[in-house]
């Protein structure tokens, strides 16, 4: 049987992946489960509200798209970026 140059580098790749792909994925941090809420009505409830007013400023945009007449007006609907 002819083993080509082709065949011996492919063997060869495949055989140095492995490991790295092995260290790669024992080093990546897995993600932490995230802990229930103690009170999970109150959580529930305030998750609810941040979703009405979201919901809220979308429509606004919205409205505010609608009414536009020229770009600069559309562009004014966008909401202003909150500083981290």
């Not at 140059?5 to 897995?30: D, E, V």
């Not at 489960?33 to 509200?49: C, I, M, S, V, Y």
């Not at 505010?64 to 609907?77: E, I, L, W, Y």
Request: charged fraction near 20%.
């Amino acid at each position: 049987m002819t083993v080509t140059l082709r065949t011996l580098c492919l063997a060869f790749a495949i055989g140095a992946a492995t490991p790295i792909a092995a260290i790669a994925q024992a080093t990546t941090p897995q993600p932490q489960p995230t802990p229930q809420p103690r009170n999970f009505d109150a959580a529930k409830a305030h998750r609810l509200e941040e979703i009405s007013r979201h919901i809220a400023e979308m429509q606004r945009v919205q409205m505010c798209v609608q009414n536009a007449t020229d770009f600069d007006q559309m562009q004014a609907c966008r909401p202003q970026r909150r500083a981290h």
